[in-house]
């Protein structure tokens, strides 16, 4: 390993320059999910965990499908810059970021018409819904910000500036953990709001954040900005670009999110307490994905800049580093959700059988973390070349071919514990991670022009 990093120095500092704040910020991100789950479990309990967990990777999901449009014009824009073309880059990110303020209002004022219809579809139990239904429409005022601050991180990111997205999170963050501490438990004089005060601080957090990233993009402060003039005015030929690469990136969304949402709505069969047991192991395992998310964004803009320098082999290099990075990481964090367990469970949950139950989910997700850092990582360097259709095939292939089937096998023909779910989902990432391996190493993508 020491070997490794002094051969490669250069590149491993360039590679950490963009990824430590990728880190930071997927960090904050997971952090308001984990005091989320931890101060609704301890201060309600684990009906509310269960309601509020179903509503926010129900929101999520959309999100991160939406979100692909960010994932599009970072691999567009990560090119012209690598190609010194910044005002094609800069008329990509108007087109995505108009089309991001467009959808956000239709979906969201969707979402919350039919907020209660959708928990009922998955079969929720009564008070579930209830919870859920006041959580989720909530939440959703503040999701018509996250949209467009998703977007507009991605557009950043591509430009080669990690930073400023990391700020966003930050005040995102700190707003959403101090409201969620003062209005769930009703401190310095407010009242005890439970999952309702969890709702308000989660949706005032993202508006303040939305807000920002627009004074951030519209400012011209940083290394990209984005022009009134050319949000006035469609253009037809940079949209068409942005769809061709979004529209895959959000199938493989789709592909990924739909079968985590659909893998939740199997597991809460079992019963209330293993879906709570289940929702604190993710919480818990989500620590380990700071590495692979962060290396994954240092991927997708380095391999793009590379490619729009014409540098085809300085970006192969640039995947393959990032790869060997991230298994190093989360190789290592493997260890800890081996060994510890039942430590990490305790901050999540008071109940023992939830407790005992997560911390034998932890151990098997323990063996899936050097393949998920794989698969995260090579996804990013494919869609930096603009590849976005290989990712999202082998996420359908693997999440609908390989997960659910077996999910289905082992909770309603087999009739085993939750924790076999996960050693389903394990089986998934060893697929997953070969199948995109093989993909990156054939080198087809080196011949993707985007214009």
Same mark, same amino acid.
């Given at each position: 390993?020491?070997?490794?990093?002094?051969?490669?120095?250069?590149?491993?500092?360039?590679?950490?320059?963009?990824?430590?704040?990728?880190?930071?910020?997927?960090?904050?991100?997971?952090?308001?999910?984990?005091?989320?789950?931890?101060?609704?479990?301890?201060?309600?309990?684990?009906?509310?965990?269960?309601?509020?967990?179903?509503?926010?990777?129900?929101?999520?999901?959309?999100?991160?499908?939406?979100?692909?449009?960010?994932?599009?014009?970072?691999?567009?824009?990560?090119?012209?810059?690598?190609?010194?073309?910044?005002?094609?880059?800069?008329?990509?990110?108007?087109?995505?970021? &108009?089309?991001?303020?467009?959808?956000?209002?239709?979906?969201?004022?969707?979402?919350?018409?039919?907020?209660?219809?959708?928990?009922?579809?998955?079969?929720?139990?009564?008070?579930?819904?209830?919870?859920?239904?006041?959580?989720? &429409?909530?939440?959703?005022?503040?999701?018509?910000?996250?949209?467009?601050?998703?977007?507009?991180?991605?557009?950043?990111?591509?430009?080669?500036?990690?930073?400023?997205?990391?700020?966003?999170?930050?005040?995102?963050?700190?707003?959403?953990?101090?409201?969620?501490?003062?209005?769930?438990?009703?401190?310095?004089?407010?009242?005890?709001?439970?999952?309702?005060?969890?709702?308000?601080?989660?949706?005032?957090?993202?508006?303040?954040?939305?807000?920002?990233?627009?004074?951030?993009?519209?400012?011209?402060?940083?290394?990209?900005?984005?022009?009134?003039?050319?949000?006035?005015?469609?253009?037809?030929?940079?949209?068409?670009?942005?769809?061709?690469?979004?529209?895959?990136?959000?199938?493989?969304?789709?592909?990924?999110?739909?079968?985590?949402?659909?893998?939740?709505?199997?597991?809460?069969?079992?019963?209330?307490?293993?879906?709570?047991?289940?929702?604190?192991?993710?919480?818990?395992?989500?620590?380990?994905?700071?590495?692979?998310?962060?290396?994954?964004?240092?991927?997708?803009?380095?391999?793009?800049?590379?490619?729009?320098?014409?540098? &085809?082999?300085?970006?192969? &290099?640039?995947?393959?580093?990032?790869?060997?990075?991230?298994?190093?990481?989360?190789?290592?964090?493997?260890?800890?959700?081996?060994?510890?367990?039942?430590?990490?469970?305790?901050?999540?949950?008071?109940?023992?059988?939830?407790?005992?139950?997560?911390?034998?989910?932890?151990?098997?997700?323990?063996?899936?973390?050097?393949?998920?850092?794989?698969?995260?990582?090579?996804?990013?360097?494919?869609?930096?070349?603009?590849?976005?259709?290989?990712?999202?095939?082998?996420?359908?292939?693997?999440?609908?071919?390989?997960?659910?089937?077996?999910?289905?096998?082992?909770?309603?023909?087999?009739?085993?514990?939750?924790?076999?779910?996960?050693?389903?989902?394990?089986?998934?990432?060893?697929?997953?991670?070969?199948?995109?391996?093989?993909?990156?190493?054939?080198?087809?993508?080196?011949?993707?022009?985007?214009?």
């Amino acid at each position: 390993m020491t070997q490794f990093m002094m051969d490669h120095s250069q590149k491993v500092k360039q590679i950490l320059h963009l990824a430590w704040p990728a880190v930071l910020e997927m960090m904050l991100n997971m952090m308001v999910w984990v005091f989320d789950t931890a101060m609704i479990g301890k201060g309600v309990g684990a009906i509310a965990v269960t309601a509020t967990s179903l509503s926010s990777q129900m929101v999520y999901t959309v999100l991160n499908i939406l979100g692909a449009i960010g994932i599009g014009a970072a691999a567009i824009i990560a090119r012209y810059y690598g190609a010194k073309e910044f005002h094609k880059a800069e008329k990509t990110a108007a087109q995505a970021l &108009k089309l991001s303020l467009i959808i956000s209002i239709v979906v969201c004022s969707l979402g919350w018409i039919f907020a209660e219809k959708i928990l009922i579809a998955v079969n929720a139990e009564g008070e579930v819904v209830r919870l859920g239904t006041q959580y989720m &429409k909530i939440v959703l005022w503040g999701f018509l910000f996250a949209i467009p601050t998703t977007v507009i991180s991605g557009i950043i990111r591509g430009a080669g500036n990690t930073k400023a997205p990391l700020v966003v999170a930050a005040v995102i963050n700190i707003i959403n953990l101090v409201g969620d501490y003062v209005l769930i438990f009703g401190k310095f004089g407010f009242p005890k709001m439970g999952v309702q005060g969890a709702a308000i601080a989660t949706a005032g957090a993202l508006i303040i954040g939305g807000i920002l990233s627009l004074l951030i993009i519209l400012s011209g402060k940083i290394r990209i900005k984005v022009h009134m003039k050319d949000l006035k005015t469609w253009n037809f030929e940079n949209l068409k670009q942005l769809l061709k690469l979004s529209l895959p990136a959000g199938g493989q969304e789709l592909m990924d999110n739909g079968s985590r949402l659909l893998s939740s709505f199997i597991i809460i069969q079992l019963g209330t307490i293993p879906f709570a047991a289940n929702q604190v192991a993710v919480s818990a395992e989500s620590i380990s994905f700071m590495p692979g998310y962060g290396f994954s964004i240092a991927a997708t803009t380095l391999v793009g800049q590379s490619l729009g320098a014409g540098n &085809k082999k300085e970006a192969e &290099k640039n995947g393959w580093i990032a790869a060997i990075l991230t298994v190093i990481l989360m190789g290592a964090i493997g260890l800890i959700f081996f060994f510890i367990p039942h430590i990490l469970m305790s901050f999540f949950t008071d109940h023992a059988e939830a407790r005992q139950l997560g911390a034998l989910c932890l151990k098997v997700a323990a063996f899936e973390q050097i393949t998920i850092g794989l698969a995260m990582v090579l996804s990013g360097a494919l869609r930096g070349a603009g590849d976005t259709r290989g990712p999202f095939l082998i996420s359908a292939i693997t999440n609908w071919g390989v997960r659910i089937p077996l999910i289905i096998l082992v909770v309603f023909v087999l009739k085993l514990s939750v924790v076999y779910v996960w050693v389903v989902t394990a089986i998934q990432f060893v697929v997953e991670s070969s199948l995109l391996f093989f993909r990156f190493k054939r080198g087809k993508w080196k011949e993707i022009e985007i214009r």
